[in-house]
């Protein structure tokens, strides 16, 4: 049976570095992936990473947002392929332990404290009507 990575990394491959036509979101993806092949051992090997066209922070490129089931969600702005990757992966590994995702800007890694865009807590969503509810 296939493992399915319960958390998940969508850096943005649209993004062109400002004032270039370059845009080094897959690049960033490739990174990523192995960086968090790499530090396995302590970031865990539950992690899903892709890209998508655009996350609405086009004038923070690059975007990277973190997401899983249940927990809080992230996004990233001005995310450098080389400056930042450590802050990720040390970022992957806290959001990895975190049973509800949600963490203050002074304990995620300091190099993202300037670059994060957005904290949106979990959805939690009901599926059904109690009868509570009715009276
Ligand atoms: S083009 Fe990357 S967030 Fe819009």
């Not at 690059?62 to 400056?83: E, P, R, W």
């Not at 203050?104 to 994060?116: D, W």
Request: charged share 25%.
């Amino acid at each position: 049976m296939s493992h399915r990575p319960r958390h998940k990394i969508t850096v943005c491959v649209s993004c062109r570095h400002k004032n270039s036509e370059c845009r080094p979101g897959l690049a960033l993806i490739e990174k990523l992936r192995s960086a968090i092949d790499v530090a396995s051992d302590v970031v865990g090997d539950d992690f899903a990473v892709s890209g998508v066209a655009c996350m609405a922070g086009c004038d923070r490129p690059c975007t990277v947002a973190y997401q899983a089931s249940s927990k809080t969600t992230y996004l990233f702005g001005d995310i450098d392929a080389d400056a930042d990757i450590d802050d990720l992966v040390a970022f992957a590994r806290q959001y990895n332990d975190l049973s509800d995702g949600w963490s203050s800007a002074t304990k995620r890694p300091v190099g993202l404290a300037e670059k994060t865009l957005a904290r949106i807590p979990a959805a939690i969503l009901a599926t059904h009507v109690t009868e509570e509810l009715l009276q």
